[in-house]
């Protein structure tokens, strides 16, 4: 066994599958919060490649700040337009001159943020119905050190090779998800999936919040219709009515219990008060945004369930602790549920302390929940195994995300 | 009784007093992701008082958006200088024209963020060493009508002059606080009140960390120290002393369990990589911040606990429930905790309805964890009734909060 | 003949062709001041348009202030980069609401400067390389009310349709050029048509200036040139001694005086400094610029003539006074020129006042150089004919500045 | 004498003061151009001064690009309010790490900014009416060169000392100054001076316009009043009156023409269309404004003379060329007609050479007017050793102008 300092402990609660209330929510990949966070995060990735490909290595950079003035639009059946556009400002530290090198970090970043714009909300005209300014200082003097010479464990502190926590910081992940956050996180991605696929009128702005009281789930969808595709109110009542049949099909797939859908309640038809949007995501009409008030690292927000406050998105994955290890810890609890029987509820939790190889946190807590008629005792070996491989690799977590193979909000 | 959804239930888990493994985390009001929190919460005082001044009521508004984009200073013992300076924008919406009127959002706000930073921060020369900018656009169409006519409930629905939950959103309060909970905040407190008021060499920008395991209790604090104070590094090395011996006094005030008290660990005296500042706050050196990324309502970030995601700071006190029920259900368990005997910990949880009024959450739960030796059922009543009692009276946190007597952060 | 103030004098100076000493200039279009002249220009063209389309007549608008702060290059044979990007202010005042309607000028503002910058320097990456950023409020109360109702000549004051003068100012024309500045002025145009066309490593900042001292004329050139096209210092000199040749082809054309080249003189080709670009001009390293700071509405800067101070560039061309001013005493003259034979040299000035009608200026002077053997007098009266024909015309200014067929710069 | 290349003819014109027609403007220190120049041309100081101090040389720097958005007002008689800020950016080129220091360039922009403006326009509240930002890029590559080890001559060009020239420009001057524009310039600094201190309800931004035809001259000045002084319509109705009056006296002064004077004739009191602001410049109310759109180095817009395009406000005062020629020309002219009898007229142009001494121009010429009765050839020779003289102590202009002796606008 290794010497990490893996805990494995009952946990003091129901699972939250069995709790009386379930709350769960997810904004879409089109919410303004999620904007920036897909910006920050697509920017990150973006400077971490180029970084390795100039110089061999990821260099100090942090740009887990992009903040979103909303627009003003009119939208119109049939077509409307943006009448102020939405202006988002790129925030954070990067290296911009190594070893007599310049690294046009603000270039990378404005190129990373116009290519996530134009995939993820097509109908958002670049440069004209949205303002992309960037802000990117040199990074911060305490903590730069620990990228430099000493970004490398010594061979006293641990392996070569991995870098030493930049701060105290910690991570939480859940495994399995309940019934109520698989109906919520896969609705939207459908929705912004193959449902947006076949059916244009629907933006990628997206927002599903799920509540379980006992067996009654209620799904409440508020969804951005692009006005350039529908053409009257009652073509709008048609894409209601498609988004709400889509979502509860999806919604059956997961769960026996009865489940509700609603979309878009705050319409009025009468007022002619309905969700219609130019580019198909609120930023355009005074909904602002910023990175780390949307969904955590596992796409999700869940009251029933510890979270970090960590923004995650846009954050250096080479040693910023708190984004690793809420990548981490979600890995980890997917990776035990996955391959251990008998587990009902669980929760990962890795607590760095500032100075020590990544992969050695302070502490790794795994509170279980087993079903009935396993003992925690029985599996214990085995989870401490499977969060000792799993934090063994966790350099994997850094190259997984500069690779873009992982989700961070 | 009134008909108020009210459900008074055990927690499944034990007290987090009772707990083996607590953190606590306090950012200082001088903290980047602070000044921003304060900045916010100081233009949405500003804005409700001048809106009720002028109009009699208070407008549509929100100003939970406020970035900061971190300077570059060159501290020196003694006195060194901010060389590139810290750049704040306020964001969000306001009501700038009504019945005729036309009403200076944006003085507004620039004023209540002169006044706020230069109370909390006063080394930081505004307009020099930072610049502060302000983006505030009209209000967003779909939410607006609930702050209009259909702004106040009508009589079937409840009593006038309660506003309409503008969301589906939820908030959670905790009491009573952790030893560990009750040392980090209050540490904060006093070195930023009492303390500073003797040794201006601390700046305003102090984090602590509180960890316990057991009945061990180690207490991290980061303080910036301000270099126009400091003459050398023993005058540094003694200013991080008496702060150590200030925070493990008032630790001792909290608990008897043994506290390890450590001051800015990050420090090498031999590379003279110390934590100096020309400001107080690292936002002069590459540490950027924004509302909601730090504390919750209740001034700690809480791993242990249930956590809202949302961000208090700068929101509209009538009509934005998460604000509302993150502020009230703090409110509501310290009262319980306050009259009611026998309580060792208890969550309120306030879950809200769009359009319903606000007095009226779809759901208000107040999970209990008693002491040895109490039953639930001899204390349920007498909590139903001050939660029933407490959301009653619901619009006195919006007056507290206008009035400024509410912390948010 | 009309009333109209119309004045036909001698002029108190030699033709500037006599002159001993003529100082001549222009910064081509790809001059940091050039290009802010001509995103203004075409920013109040698209405003002007969608104004007319939409409500049929130019609204209240005023885009003379385009901002450009300078990026960081780091251009290299071959192909180097940008590597801070290049940030663009579009500043003035449109008219956003008007009756009913919004209009989305910071939109329609946004996309004409972007097709503009695309157009004009397609080597910028729009964007990526330069940040496009627009502040346009809403126009002066002071003098929106001459576009309101009073902004069309009532019967007592001129024919309907002429709009008052928003101003007092003036505006000053010349014809014919001299042979330096015509060899400036099509050296530029040509540099940057047909040469760049064939060549495209020439980049679009090309500033000529033309010194005749007597009969030797020197024509200086710095022209900035593309990396992706020149792959190593002798690609570059043979560029520089093909714009050299072709600059001379091109004065020959227009004059028998002796004329001496010089090509990008700063070089230093041991050093290692030559005009190298990445984008063509000079404002993606340390150039900034703004409206209204190189040529004037002929296209020249003409020390040796009088010059008005006006930024024509971006003005609303319907009643800005000093902007139809300038066009048109220039066209007045270019129009007395091919008309009437015998003169050498003249100037018109156009003087206006505020609040009576465009065409009737508070004088109109024009004062004349004639051939030896041509008296004044003789021509004189035909001169003022033309002048109150085209004065009686004004409109046709506004016309073709709208349609994009006069050039301010 | 020396061998520079001066030269002294005739001028091919009468004497400004014997035209026909003249016009002359001066846009007070309050005027929004004029805010630009101000602000830039005291950030220049500062910046020079500081270099001075901290490594005894003015580094390279470049600030003559402000641009200025104007805000929106709403005044009232007894003191109205900025409804939205004006936004000032100052924009140019700064050395910011010179041999291992840094220096806060901007920093010290940002407080010159605050400096000036709180010293010119003491209504406007810094920072709650006015928003100020700096964007200082490092300087371009191209021209840095002259200012480092090649900034000074050596001693085959000219004196040590002595800049070269960073580029080939001119400057103009003229004395003596005309009446009417005599009027003009003492009209503007006295109202801004006595006027002011006694009527505070005059505001800066007093723009005066005057017209000679033969000896009738008028003068129009727009006076923005202060609303906090100006009770009803009748004070204002004073007010103007008082200016009217005012410079009636000042005009009585300069000439014996007759002179009339109109005071904000735009007013229409019926409609309550009148020039009155809150904080006593028209920059509050939709005048944007920019560096170098307004006076020309001798505080004059001078239609009847050559001027130079340049903006000499903000520009380094070492080797900025444009600047120095032309403060230096007009001192010349002012120097030789204070010290020459006989001259009616005097033009000085100097043109520089890049690459060379600024002591030593590509030529210096002077054209002059004589009384009758005097010849040139009379003066020449004196007028000659006058240019020399001033030649040769250029850079006492340089210090001058670092020292803040010498207006630029």
Redesign the interface.
């Known amino acids: 066994m290794s010497e990490r300092n893996i805990r494995v402990?009952p946990?003091?609660?129901?699972a939250v599958e069995d709790?009386?209330?379930e709350?769960v929510e997810r904004k879409g990949i089109g919410h303004p919060d999620s904007i920036c966070d897909g910006v920050a995060e697509s920017v990150a990735g973006a400077l971490a490649r180029e970084y390795i490909d100039r110089v061999g290595e990821a260099l100090h950079f942090?740009t887990?700040?992009t903040?979103l003035?909303?627009?003003?639009a009119?939208p119109a059946f049939g077509g409307g337009?943006?009448?102020?556009?939405i202006?988002l400002?790129i925030?954070?530290?990067a290296t911009?001159r190594y070893d007599g090198q310049?690294?046009?970090a603000?270039?990378i970043a404005?190129?990373a943020a116009?290519e996530y714009l134009e995939e993820t909300i097509p109908q958002l005209?670049?440069?004209?119905?949205i303002?992309?300014?960037?802000?990117l200082?040199?990074?911060?003097?305490?903590?730069q050190?620990v990228f430099g010479e000493d970004g490398e464990g010594s061979d006293a502190d641990g392996p070569v090779g991995v870098p030493m926590a930049n701060d105290?910081s910690?991570g939480?992940g859940h495994a399995p998800l309940t019934e109520t956050e698989r109906i919520v996180h896969d609705a939207e991605s459908r929705l912004n999936g193959e449902f947006a696929a076949e059916n244009p009128y629907l933006g990628p702005d997206v927002k599903i919040?799920g509540?379980r009281?006992g067996d009654e789930i209620d799904v409440?969808v508020a969804a951005a219709m692009i006005d350039e595709y529908i053409a009257d109110l009652d073509a709008y009542a048609e894409a209601v009515e498609s988004v709400r049949e889509f979502v509860a099909e999806v919604a059956s797939e997961h769960t026996d219990r009865d489940v509700d859908v609603h979309v878009n309640?705050?319409d009025d038809y009468e007022?002619g008060?309905i969700?219609l949007t130019v580019t198909g995501t609120?930023a355009e009409?005074?909904?602002?945004?910023?990175?780390?008030?949307?969904n955590?690292a596992n796409g999700l927000?869940t009251?029933?369930r510890?979270?970090?406050?960590e923004?995650t998105s846009g954050k250096n994955p080479v040693n910023h602790i708190g984004k690793i290890y809420n990548l981490l810890s979600t890995e980890i609890a997917e990776a035990v549920v996955s391959e251990v029987d008998g587990i009902r509820d669980l929760r990962v939790?890795l607590?760095s302390q500032?100075?020590r190889p990544i992969d050695q946190p302070h502490?790794a807590?795994v509170h279980v929940v087993t079903v009935d008629g396993v003992d925690l005792a029985d599996v214990e070996d085995e989870i401490e195994a499977i969060v000792d491989r799993e934090l063994a690799d966790v350099t994997g977590i850094t190259r997984r995300v500069i690779d873009g193979e992982l989700s961070t909000f």
């Open positions: 402990e946990i003091d609660r129901q709790q009386e209330v709350i942090n887990d700040e903040q003035v909303a627009g003003e009119a337009e943006v009448v102020d556009p202006y400002l925030v954070g530290r911009k310049t690294i046009p603000e270039t404005l190129r116009r005209e670049f440069g004209e119905e303002v992309v300014d960037v802000k200082g040199e990074g911060s003097g305490d903590l050190e105290t910690f939480v919040m509540k009281e409440t309640t705050a007022d008060s969700y609120s009409q005074g909904d602002d945004g910023s990175v780390g008030r949307g955590r927000i009251p029933n510890s979270m970090s406050m923004a939790r607590l500032i100075g502490v807590d």
